[in-house]
């Protein structure tokens, strides 16, 4: 099993994900996200602008899925705010931390091997996916026990927050 940090930078993403409990990603990603393995772990990360409030909020890790279908190419594209997606695999979301909590990656960073250059960390987060070592892994895996629930249960808080704050809701905070 490898682990990665599965990067959401947009909310309504991220609800697609939990609802469909599958992962998306853009064409030029192809080559990239087809690596990903039966049983690979996914962190799921959400970055500052996930939530539309890049200064208020952090990019937090938020919870684990796990790849349970290979990465294949979509019959048809999916159109997620604006942006196309052509290729896929689905996920078993297992654990997600209450909703706009999470460990928080930047405190992390100086001991996480998967960025080498530390004042520029946040560049290796402009993709979907980011391999972390075994190291990485069992560091930020071991931060989020300590925070995560079953999904099951964070599904339903999580997709009405955000089918809340999209209808111009105050559930923001």
Not at 44 to 57: E, G, I, V
Not at 64 to 91: H, K, N
Request: contains cysteine.
């Amino acid at each position: 099993m490898r682990s990665y940090l599965l990067v959401l930078g947009e909310r309504q993403a991220l609800a697609w994900v939990l609802r469909h409990q599958r992962m998306a990603f853009p064409a030029r990603r192809w080559t990239e996200a087809r690596r990903l393995e039966l049983g690979d772990e996914l962190l799921l990360y959400t970055t500052r602008s996930c939530w539309h409030n890049p200064n208020r909020d952090r990019g937090r890790v938020i919870g684990r899925a796990y790849v349970t279908s290979q990465v294949t190419l979509l019959d048809e594209p999916i159109e997620i705010a604006g942006r196309a997606f052509m290729s896929g695999c689905a996920l078993d979301v297992r654990t997600l931390t209450a909703y706009r909590t999470g460990v928080e990656l930047a405190p992390l960073v100086d001991c996480l091997a998967a960025f080498p250059k530390k004042e520029t960390w946040n560049i290796w987060l402009r993709r979907p996916l980011l391999k972390l070592s075994s190291a990485d892994a069992t560091l930020v895996r071991n931060r989020l026990a300590e925070e995560e629930f079953p999904a099951v249960e964070q599904v339903p808080i999580y997709l009405e927050n955000i089918r809340s704050v999209a209808a111009g809701g105050l559930t923001q905070s």
